[in-house]
């Protein structure tokens, strides 16, 4: 079974008794316990032992090979290495102090106060082919050579089009720095910036706590002549932020037809539902102070201290849900699941986690794939910070972070998400029945839309950059390439 946009292959599925986190993987190789007993065709015991010793000796040599890949990034990043700190590999490590997990997941050391932060190169330019490289690997699609080629020449046309128009593939998918709330200067004044795509609006202002909810003549945005509303903020007096930190926020719209809503932004951080109201109000997150590296502050920017760990030989990935994975009748938190899941994953022998219900989605019981707010962090589960610690700690530990993303649907919910924002059905989505998914009552994005593609393309990178995780899971892919989403097709591999 593929694992759709992640970074290997599922060879199975099994339920690990006393979680509630499900196993999406057996090591390729691994064998289910063998009947050792002596028989024709057996392996002796002694034969038996002496095979574990050899596959023990493969794996300390592997995870000795990673420890010394990652000690030359770091190297090459000019990072001192302290003797006794990531510097020796797991062979010469006292084995009378090592637990087997130390063997297929190193947990990693950096130097006191290192920061860590993600270097990137440039953007790989498209292939000069016409499209139809890929079918070397199977003669029988060469029947379809002329539809191959025909979508790399689309491919090909929007990415000259994002270069020419945009400045490249890098600034296109950075959207959330310039949409949504950043901080930034204007006419010589330090503030907040916010901007929003709503070309079917006639206005709209920010209302929240900052304003006790009534817009005042400084509230109200313009739009500029592509449908984006701009508005800034400038700082208090005495230098303070116009709108809190953690405070709740959204948008005043009238829509096409003259009718007044409020929506959560669309680029908007974190979004929250109190426990006594039905609908989710967005929040302001934009801390004052930086913490220092690994340090978890609820008032303070999480800084990250651990490098991702170095690409395993083989992926072997626990599929989890964080508010699920408690044993008590609750909704876990982000703090509970790295302090007491993830050395459990850990040993289990796992080296990935793939985490569902990242993106905020205002029904829990869609298990995170009814998203309403695609920038957001499931505040079920705790904050942004929150978030960021748990990772750095999964990567302290040697464990790869891969994320179950939803960009093939949206909820429906107009209160909440982002569905009829400017009160049009064919904003970021199809209109009319094709932007609709008829068996999972959801809306389809228009992947042919300027602003669609960079609101997605965007998120995809923001959850890497922001939050450093390592890859993706990405849902419902049959849905993204198919107009008849894959329902009522057979797909026998044939």
């Known amino acids: 079974m593929a694992l759709h946009g992640a970074l290997g292959m599922r060879t199975g599925s099994s339920l690990i008794q006393g979680t509630s986190c499900r ?25 038996v032992l002496r095979r574990e010793n050899e596959l023990l000796k493969a794996t300390v040599a592997e995870a000795s090979a990673s420890i010394q890949e990652l000690e030359t990034s770091l190297s090459s990043s000019d990072v001192p290495l302290p003797q006794g700190a990531l510097a020796t590999s797991a062979a010469s490590l006292d084995t009378r102090n090592l637990e ?3 063997y297929w997941s190193p947990t990693i050391d950096v130097p006191a106060g290192y920061v860590y932060e993600d270097e990137y190169g440039a953007i790989s330019p498209i292939p000069g082919h016409d499209g139809t490289e890929c079918l070397k690997w199977d003669d029988t ?15 090909r046309n929007i990415r000259n089009a994002i270069d020419q ?25 330090t503030g907040i910036w916010f901007r929003e795509w709503a070309p079917g609006a006639k206005a709209l202002a920010l209302v929240g706590e900052f304003n006790a909810w009534s817009p005042q003549d400084g509230h109200w945005a313009f739009k500029n002549g592509y449908g984006v509303w701009e508005l800034f903020l400038p700082d208090n007096a005495d230098g303070s932020q116009a709108i809190p930190h953690r405070s709740k926020i959204k948008c005043r719209v009238e829509t096409i037809d003259g009718t007044w809503v409020e929506k959560i932004p669309a680029w908007i951080k974190w979004a929250t539902q109190e426990w006594n109201e039905v609908l989710f109000n ?14 978890v502050h609820p008032d303070k920017k999480y ?14 990935i626990y599929e989890c849900h964080v508010g699920m994975s408690s044993e008590e009748p609750k909704v876990n938190s982000y703090s509970e699941f790295r302090k007491d899941m993830l050395p459990r994953i850990r040993k289990l022998g796992y080296n990935a986690i793939q985490i569902m219900a990242i993106q905020e989605h205002a029904y829990y019981g869609s298990f995170g794939y009814h998203v309403t707010n695609f920038f957001g962090v499931s505040s079920r589960c705790g ?5 960021k610690a748990m990772i750095d700690e999964a990567h302290r530990l040697g464990l790869i972070v891969l994320m179950d993303i939803v960009h093939s649907h949206a909820s429906k919910n107009t209160n909440d998400g982002i569905n009829m924002f400017d009160g049009t059905d064919g904003m970021y989505f199809h209109s009319g029945a094709r932007g609709n998914h008829w068996m999972w009552d959801s809306r389809l994005f228009n992947y042919g839309n300027w602003e669609t593609l960079r609101f997605l393309l965007s998120n995809a990178r923001w959850w890497i950059d922001e939050y450093k995780f390592d890859g993706y899971r990405f849902d419902g892919v049959t849905s993204m390439m198919y107009h008849h989403h894959g329902l009522s097709y057979a797909f026998t591999g044939q």
């Open 303 to 316: 800084t990250f201290k651990y490098p991702r760990p170095p690409r395993p030989r083989a992926l072997r």
């Open 23 to 47: 196993s999406v993987a057996r090591p390729t190789g691994v064998t289910r316990q063998r009947n050792v007993s002596m028989g024709a065709g057996e392996m002796s015991p002694l034969e």
């Open 100 to 102: 087997p997990q130390d």
């Open 165 to 189: 128009n945009e400045g490249g593939m890098h600034k296109f998918s950075e959207g959330w720095k310039i949409y949504g709330f950043n901080r930034g200067e204007h006419n010589g004044k």
């Open 383 to 387: 904050t942004p910070e929150e978030l």
């Open 282 to 295: 967005g929040v302001y997150w934009c801390p004052d102070q930086v913490g220092a590296p690994g340090e």
């Open 141 to 155: 699609l060469w029947s379809h050579a002329d539809h191959f080629r025909y979508r790399w020449n689309i491919l």
